[in-house]
């Protein structure tokens, strides 16, 4: 028993064992793509199927009502195999290129690798046919490509891959077919217009009417050939940008794989007289993820540009479609990159789902002065013009400047520092244990205390965002002097008058009843009174008003 | 140079002549067109036939009307328009001077 469908060809209806009607619908469509390229397809593909109809109903003539996968081979050898179309259409090809009819169909050339006349893979023949220029001289470029810069072989690799090889001769006379170029568009418009003044002398003898509607004919045909060849060059053009586009995309994304991340700035971290992978490596918990990472960024980006430079170069020499193959692996490879990419990040950011702090309380109970002189180990702060975190990596120690100061009062007698150490990590227990981790360099000497603008921790926490906030507590009566290299450290800094961070250091600040008070500032008792005097004025005039 | 080819060439080039040539005493539809050029073996498979047919329309040398069929789909009859009768006689000239010339160049070999 065999299942049958119902097949509507050319407005007959035809059950068709289901296999059969398989390989019916293969076979049209094998045709179909052959024909994808002449004028007419449609109108020639109907002809064929009606063809077809009047065949197989010929065979169900004897009482039967199914057709079988007999009956559609039986027409398949009559209407014949697609190979021979295309043979038969080589012939129509050369005719078209060495005859000189009047409606012979511009055919033009496609790329094909040479298989006859071959060193390797037929390539570069293939390529010399295509461009009309001796093969020779693609053989020495490759040759130079390939001892000079090495591209050339992986180049030629991909030239063998996507160039199909000339197996029928139709395929081969296609290789060797005329080239479409400027000139040869040029030398057609100039032969259709021959040809149509040629046919307007000849008719002179005849009736006006005729003669008008061939005119009339050959003008229109003339149109749309024009309109073909142009909008040809435009898609080619388009072809062309394309493919010079998709080339400086994989240049500069492998420059930027190979040596990038040394000169990127992933998320404001930028990244100081390290290299790159190291100091990526600290954002991923394992080498692997770091490598899935970059596996899976490559195939990513990768792949579609690809697929544009080949479409790009399909369009550019018309290559024929390849099988379907090549692009469903590199459709299954590219979802593979997506997944390695998903996994990285998920496990990565991950990493960075849970955040604890830790306090420290240091006391200054025998601290000498009242004044408390604070200073930076670094006084160099053009480095960090931006306000990014910096990042080094010192032997076992990542050092990173995410370290500020922040000045607040307290009840108590003596000056506290209150230290805050903050990080993150995969689970509540591990970002508790990286903060702890977390320490920052400082020095009391005399009144003066020194402080490191890094903090460090272990390299093998790797980077979860370890920080450290501290706040000087100051008892009322203590006051403290902010040294101009401490500029990077202390963060926005509470005081009565409000001035900003910048324009407090250099000063002495004493801790009063409401605050920070400056007590070495003329500048800011002058801008008080000016401001004072200005919203006097502006009560006054208000007043008038 | 593969006999193949040069063999197709020469068939291929009267193909377009032969079918304007059994057009021009009457219309036809395609497999009517299809039994005489098998007869003289000039095609094998009938797929070859309807692209010609639809160049040679699009070309202006040939017309059809649809006439309905019992045993199938409607179909095709061709016929020759004026262009192509002009075009088929310009054809024939050149066919006798080309048969003359073989002559001619195939006799010159034998008596050598």
């Given amino acids: 028993m065999n299942k049958t469908v119902t097949a509507n060809i050319s407005g007959i209806v035809f059950h068709i064992e289901a296999q059969a009607y398989d390989q019916l619908n293969q076979y049209l469509n094998t045709i179909r793509k052959?024909?994808?390229?002449?004028?007419?397809k449609d109108e020639i593909m109907d002809d064929i199927e009606a063809r077809i109809a009047e065949l197989l109903k010929e065979k169900l003539i004897n009482g039967q009502e199914v057709i079988t996968g007999q009956h559609v081979q039986s027409v398949i050898e009559v209407m014949g195999e697609p190979e021979q179309y295309m043979d038969e259409d080589a012939q129509e090809t050369y005719s078209s290129?060495?005859?000189?009819?009047?409606?012979?169909?511009?055919?033009?050339?496609?790329?094909?690798?040479?298989?006859?006349?071959?060193?390797?893979?037929?390539v570069c023949s293939g390529l010399g046919y295509y461009f009309g220029i001796d093969r020779i001289w693609f053989r020495a470029a490759f040759l130079i490509a390939f001892f000079g810069f090495g591209f050339g072989i992986v180049f030629y690799l991909i030239l063998w891959i996507i160039i199909p090889d000339a197996k029928t001769a139709s395929e081969k006379l296609e290789m060797k077919g005329e080239p479409i170029?400027?000139?040869?568009?040029?030398?057609?418009?100039?032969?259709?217009?021959?040809?149509?003044?040629?046919?307007?002398?000849?008719?002179?003898?005849?009736?006006?009417?005729?003669?008008?509607?061939?005119?009339i004919f050959r003008f229109f045909d003339f149109l749309t050939k024009v309109l073909v060849y142009f909008f040809k060059f435009i898609v080619k053009f388009i072809a062309a940008i394309l493919v010079i586009?998709?080339?400086?995309?994989?240049?500069?994304?492998?420059?930027?794989?190979?040596?990038?991340?040394?000169?990127?700035?992933?998320?404001?971290y930028s990244i100081n007289n390290q290299?790159?992978?190291?100091?990526?490596?600290?954002?991923?918990?394992?080498?692997?993820?770091?490598?899935?990472?970059?596996?899976?960024?490559?195939?990513?980006?990768?792949?579609?540009?690809?697929?544009?430079?080949?479409?790009?170069?399909?369009?550019l020499f018309r290559i024929p479609s390849s099988t379907k193959a090549v692009s469903i692996s590199a459709a299954s490879l590219w979802v593979l990159g997506l997944i390695l990419l998903a996994i990285s990040i998920t496990s990565t950011v991950a990493q960075y789902s849970n955040e604890q702090r830790v306090n420290e309380t240091i006391v200054l109970d025998d601290f000498p002065s009242d004044t408390l002189n604070l200073q930076s180990y670094e006084d160099s702060y053009s480095i960090n013009q931006f306000g990014n975190t910096e990042l080094y990596i010192e032997d076992e120690l990542i050092r990173s400047n995410e370290l500020s100061i922040d000045v607040i009062k307290t009840a108590g007698e003596h000056i506290e520092l209150k230290v805050v150490k903050r990080s993150k990590g995969s689970n509540r227990r591990e970002a508790g244990l990286n903060a702890?981790?977390?320490?920052?360099?400082?020095?009391?000497?005399?009144?003066?205390?020194?402080?490191?603008?890094?903090?460090?921790?272990?390299?093998?926490?790797?980077?979860?965002?370890?920080?450290?906030?501290?706040?000087?507590?100051?008892?009322?009566?203590?006051?403290?002097?902010?040294?101009?290299?401490?500029?990077?450290?202390?963060?926005?800094?509470?005081?009565?008058?409000?001035?900003?961070?910048?324009?407090?250091?250099?000063?002495?600040?004493?801790?009063?009843?409401?605050?920070?008070?400056?007590?070495?500032?003329?500048?800011?008792?002058?801008e008080a009174q000016e401001t004072e005097t200005n919203t006097q004025e502006n009560e006054n005039e208000i007043e008038t008003l | 140079m593969k006999i193949e080819n040069t063999k197709a060439q020469m068939r291929k080039g009267v193909l377009e002549f032969c079918i304007l040539s059994i057009l021009e005493s009457s219309e036809a539809y395609p497999s009517e067109i299809i039994e005489k050029l098998k007869e003289g073996k000039l095609i094998v498979v009938e797929g070859t036939l309807y692209p010609l047919l639809t160049r040679l329309k699009n070309a202006g040398l040939l017309k059809y009307r649809w006439e309905e069929s019992k045993s199938g789909p409607p179909r095709k009859y061709y016929a020759l328009t004026e262009v192509g009768v002009e075009f088929l006689k310009e054809l024939e000239t050149t066919w006798d001077e080309l048969v003359n010339a073989v002559k001619l160049t195939r006799k010159k070999n034998i008596k050598k």
């Fill in chain 1, 34 to 40: 052959y024909f994808n390229d002449s004028d007419g």
């Fill in chain 1, 97 to 122: 290129d060495t005859g000189n009819s009047n409606f012979s169909n511009f055919k033009s050339k496609r790329l094909y690798r040479d298989a006859d006349d071959n060193v390797i893979g037929g």
């Fill in chain 1, 181 to 215: 170029n400027v000139q040869n568009i040029g030398n057609t418009i100039k032969d259709e217009f021959d040809s149509f003044k040629k046919k307007v002398n000849q008719n002179d003898n005849r009736q006006y009417g005729r003669r008008a509607e061939n005119a």
């Fill in chain 1, 245 to 268: 586009g998709a080339v400086i995309a994989i240049f500069t994304f492998v420059t930027i794989m190979i040596n990038g991340p040394m000169q990127m700035e992933i998320n404001d």
């Fill in chain 1, 275 to 315: 290299w790159g992978s190291d100091f990526a490596e600290l954002f991923f918990n394992s080498p692997m993820m770091y490598a899935f990472c970059l596996i899976g960024l490559a195939i990513v980006v990768l792949i579609p540009i690809l697929g544009l430079l080949y479409g790009g170069l399909k369009i």
């Fill in chain 1, 436 to 526: 702890e981790h977390v320490f920052m360099t400082y020095e009391i000497e005399d009144n003066n205390l020194k402080v490191s603008q890094f903090t460090s921790f272990p390299k093998e926490d790797r980077f979860r965002r370890q920080r450290i906030q501290m706040s000087i507590a100051l008892p009322e009566g203590k006051s403290i002097y902010l040294d101009p290299s401490s500029r990077e450290i202390i963060y926005d800094i509470e005081n009565v008058t409000n001035t900003y961070d910048g324009r407090m250091m250099g000063h002495t600040w004493l801790m009063t009843a409401n605050g920070l008070e400056c007590t070495d500032c003329e500048w800011l008792i002058k």
